[in-house]
């Protein structure tokens, strides 16, 4: 199971971090994605971490958000700064890389709007 928490409304330029708790399955051993989903718009995977902690962005949001993960917490994180309207979006973390997943929450909404 994954469970989302943190999103909300922010303004332009604000801060969030999104968490992610997993349970039922061994977390530390699986790469883990959060995607985004924009209404009317496919998913996009923002952000990936491997198991052993390498970290990928989408180009859109580099040098913005920060992807961590917790294996010992079984929880992994999104630090999203100096966000913008383009990144309202239902985000939801995902069990596997980019957009082969075989697992995902429910996610949890941004919406930033002054």
């Known amino acids: 199971q994954l469970v989302e928490s943190g999103g909300g409304m922010v303004q332009p330029g604000g801060s969030l971090r999104l968490s992610c708790a997993a349970s039922g399955f061994t977390f530390s051993n699986y790469d883990m994605t959060w995607v985004r989903q924009a209404p009317g718009k496919g998913p996009e995977w923002v952000s990936a971490i491997t198991r052993d902690g390498l970290t990928v962005y989408t180009n859109s949001v580099k040098g913005r958000f920060t992807i961590s993960r917790d294996n010992a917490k079984n929880t992994l994180y999104l630090q999203m700064n100096s966000l913008r309207p383009d990144d309202t979006a239902l985000y939801y973390c995902?069990?596997?890389?980019?957009?082969?997943?075989?697992?995902r929450g429910q996610g949890t909404q941004l919406a930033v709007s002054p």
């Open positions: 995902a069990r596997g890389w980019l957009l082969s997943y075989s697992a």
